[in-house]
């Protein structure tokens, strides 16, 4: 059985992610292609900390969110019942809502971004993305989004923090793009044409 393929979305709060994975869950169901969604932080023990601590439930410095991030991917690649890559060696595609390019974006400056990488290698020898997709918005389009769309912000969502993470994000991107295959994607442009955008760059890989 061939290996189901790995796809990556990702992108500063408000890009657009979740709609956008949404459609093109449809899209493999409707081409007949086995698909399994996901995101990180996981819904599961270690997703479920961090997401107490980005919330304000529990305290925690930038460090150890930095540190349960990496341990929450690992459990997420190999857990025996819902680890990705149990999903893809059964020929089943996933779709993840970030992955360790998240972690060069939001854990710098507070490690350095050459930990980041080094500390999440052990992830990428387990499994790079086929492609990852880097949905581009302005901190602007960011912060509209966000407003009209949350009742409360995370500890990550103003204009200083996310306007630091889209830079960091494209720092890494240029310092990883030799050894990862990252697809940069307006995502200014209306949901029908982001979707469409990405899916002709998934479906020369599903459909190999």
Request: proline letters at 2%.
């Amino acid at each position: 059985m061939a290996s189901g393929k790995f796809f990556a979305l990702e992108g500063i709060d408000g890009a657009g992610k979740s709609t956008l994975i949404k459609k093109k869950k449809k899209k493999m169901n409707d081409a007949g292609k086995p698909c399994h969604v996901t995101a990180e932080p996981t819904k599961n023990h270690i997703g479920k900390t961090i997401r107490a601590i980005l919330s304000g439930e529990m305290e925690g410095d930038e460090k150890t969110i930095a540190a349960l991030f990496l341990a929450d991917r690992i459990d997420h690649l190999t857990h025996k019942e819902y680890g990705m890559l149990q999903y893809l060696n059964n020929g089943v595609n996933v779709i993840s809502d970030r992955y360790y390019l998240s972690s060069y974006a939001y854990h710098v400056p507070h490690v350095s971004l050459d930990w980041v990488i080094e500390a999440n290698s052990i992830c990428a020898a387990l499994k790079r993305p086929d492609i990852t997709f880097f949905i581009d918005i302005t901190v602007e389009e960011s912060l509209r989004r966000l407003s009209s769309g949350r009742q409360q912000l995370d500890r990550f969502e103003n204009e200083s923090r996310i306007s630091t993470v889209r830079k960091n994000y494209l720092l890494a991107i240029d310092k990883v793009k030799d050894q990862e295959n990252i697809v940069i994607i307006d995502g200014n442009q209306s949901i029908e044409q982001l979707a469409e955008a990405v899916w002709q760059h998934m479906l020369p890989l599903i459909n190999c």
